[in-house]
């Protein structure tokens, strides 16, 4: 916040309790040599200790109003009503969301898995709701939920997280309590992990994103744009690529699939910074899908068994965290594996069926298709 023609304030002079009383004693018995007793129990030792813990009190708020008079100094509330001055404000936690898999014992009949119906972690720690897609051929609108014919025994359905943050996200097989009562449904699970939940913008991220902020006033540039970017949400990630007298904008809000409400948001955000005249268009990811195959032997002291889900779920999280327009390097995905406590060596491993590394280019982001330990 300050620039080369603004003053550094001077250092704040801070003293200790004893050091105050010493002070006040020496000044005393400058100014009246005959009054010297400052001895353990003195009425004068005593007023001078008072007036002492008064000063370390008004050090103790000069230092508060010191600290949250700076944006690189305050936290928390201060930062934001430090923010709001600007109009700048610290971006809310994201929910995580994914897709369960509703399943039953008895398909003769058919079964409605209504909106918003809840589901839960195995601790019951975290709750999800069903939500609504329209490109889900089982969705059906007259009846307000997704309608599983007869003799149909599964249906896999989106969910969104009832509290946002990262506490919702959850590995394979986690979700699998019904919240609310699902005639007709027996069981429910996930089989791929839930990721893409964010905590609110920590103290930190809010400093930084300001400085960029603060980069971004004079508009109609690259970097006023990637700012345009970062205040739709926490997550996400983009790309963008420039061709004459037009700009193309690929974002992915971790799942490889944006819904089209958020890239409607993203235009939003970019319309008001983008030059005039200057056309440009967004667009979810390419999805490019990673097909991973290992085999593994555990160290000694350790089972195979108890390995193959950890290093499935190690290499699952990496990948599927991977931001747009990197790449997913074959060597990298050993190390992960070998990063598991216990694995002593990995052998056979295949990406897609052969050793190169996948995606990439700017528009592209890699996500795991299946990912298969031996």
């Given amino acids: 916040m300050s620039g080369s023609n603004t003053p550094t304030p001077p250092p704040l002079s801070l003293l200790n309790f ?114 609504k897609d329209t490109a889900n051929p089982l969705w059906n609108s007259g009846q307000g939920g997704y309608l599983v014919p007869a003799n149909t025994a599964s249906a896999t359905v989106p969910i969104q997280a009832v509290t946002p943050g990262t506490a919702a996200n959850v590995q394979p097989g986690t979700i699998t309590l019904l919240g609310s009562a699902v005639p007709a449904v027996d069981t429910v699970t996930n089989s791929v992990a839930l990721t893409n939940g964010v905590d609110a913008e920590s103290d930190a991220a809010f400093k930084a994103r300001f400085i960029n902020y603060l980069a971004s006033l004079s508009k109609a540039t690259l970097a006023a744009i990637q700012y345009a970017i970062s205040t739709v949400q926490q997550g996400l990630t983009a790309d963008i690529e420039e061709v004459a007298g037009s700009f193309s904008v690929y974002v992915d809000d971790g799942s490889g699939n944006p819904p089209s409400s958020t890239l409607t948001a993203v235009s939003e955000a970019i319309e008001p910074v983008r030059g005039l005249g200057i056309s440009y268009a967004v667009h979810g990811p390419t999805l490019v899908s990673a097909t991973i195959v290992l085999t593994i032997t555990a160290a000694s002291g350790y089972q195979h068994a108890n390995l193959v889900g950890p290093v499935a779920t190690a290499i699952e999280t990496y990948v599927n965290t991977l931001p747009i327009g990197s790449p997913l390097s074959y060597f990298r995905l050993a190390a992960v594996a070998y990063s598991v406590v216990g694995v002593d060596t990995v052998e056979g491993l295949t990406l897609n069926g052969g050793t190169s590394d996948i995606g990439g280019a700017g528009q592209q982001v890699v996500k795991v298709a299946s990912c298969t330990v031996n």
């Fill in 18 to 131: 004893t050091a105050l009383v010493q002070q006040m004693a020496a000044a005393i018995q400058g100014a009246c040599s005959t009054l010297l007793d400052f001895t353990v129990g003195s009425v004068l030792l005593a007023i001078t200790q008072g007036v002492a813990s008064v000063q370390l009190w008004l050090q103790w708020l000069i230092l508060l109003v010191w600290q949250r008079a700076r944006l690189s100094t305050c936290s928390g509330a201060d930062c934001d009503s430090w923010g709001a001055d600007f109009g700048f404000f610290r971006l809310p936690a994201v929910d995580a969301t994914g897709s369960v898999t509703f399943s039953r014992f008895n398909a003769s009949l058919p079964a409605l898995i209504p909106l918003n119906a809840q589901v839960k972690t195995a601790d019951g720690s975290q709750s999800y709701l069903v939500t």
